[in-house]
T-cell receptor, first 114, second 112 residues
Framework: DVKVTQSSRYLVKRTGEKVFLECVQD?????MFWYRQDPGLGLRLIYF???????EKGDIPEGYSVSREKKERFSLILESASTNQTSMYLC?????????????FGPGTRLTVL | GESVGLHLPTLSVQEGDNSIINCAYS??????FIWYKQESGKGPQFIID?????DKRQGQRVTVLLNKTVKHLSLQIAATQPGDSAVYFC???????????FGKGTTLSVSS
């Protein structure tokens, strides 16, 4: 079974803090994704990566950056957290050379920024 | 622009009934579609997928139907159980080489 793990299930941070969300997948997938999920807005793509050290902006990249130094790990970074970044963050991975294969999700990290 | 939507944000059924969750998509070039289930406090889980060269695919208690003429996708759940209560998302391929596009979800509530 594909396993995607996220470093924290719940996280509380203060405005202005730098926040790191870590995601690890164990299936040697090429592609990894970060989404945020908010009521009424569904899943919105923040960033994705097709390969190590490669990243592409999704629909809402502002206020976020990412890092993919190893194939199995994809990190989401909030340089200076703000209250409007309070959300559920979901990481996903998929095999293949396109980003349009089945994506497998982690359990999510619920981030609260005070 | 491209969008994936669901006809109803909520659906309530009785245990044992069959459930049908609908999804309309706008990109006629999409060639791959997926249904996900998300239980409270968990990440979305893959349920079933279908490629555009098919119009029906069956899994265990679930069937996905694809009507490319009207750009409509549906998920049928047979003999719905309380454990089926969740939010269901459809997703489609975006333009070639880009990530999946997700709908906003339908919340299925099953009462016993």
């Amino acid at each position: 079974d594909v396993k995607v793990t996220q470093s924290s299930r719940y996280l509380v941070k203060r405005t202005g803090e730098k926040v790191f969300l870590e995601c690890v997948q164990d299936m040697d997938h090429e592609n990894m994704f970060w989404y945020r999920q908010d009521p009424g807005l569904g899943l919105r793509l923040i960033y994705f990566s097709y390969d190590v050290k490669m990243k592409e902006k999704g629909d809402i990249p502002e206020g976020y950056s990412v890092s993919r130094e190893k194939k199995e790990r994809f990190s989401l970074i909030l340089e200076s957290a703000s209250t409007n970044q309070t959300s559920m963050y979901l990481c996903a991975s998929s095999p293949g050379t396109r980003g349009t294969d089945t994506q497998y999700f982690g359990p999510g990290t619920r981030l609260t920024v005070l | 622009g491209e969008s994936v939507g669901l006809h109803l944000p909520t659906l309530s059924v009785q245990e044992g009934d069959n459930s049908i969750i609908n999804c309309a998509y706008s990109n006629s070039a999409s060639d791959y579609f997926i249904w996900y289930k998300q239980e409270s406090g968990k990440g979305p889980q893959f349920i079933i997928d279908i490629r555009s060269n098919m119009d029906k695919r069956q899994g265990q208690r679930v069937t996905v139907l694809l009507n490319k003429t009207v750009k409509h996708l549906s998920l049928q759940i047979a003999a719905t159980q309380p454990g089926d209560s969740a939010v269901y998302f459809c997703a489609e391929t975006g333009q070639a080489g880009t990530a999946l596009i997700f709908g906003k979800g339908t919340t299925l509530s099953v009462s016993s």
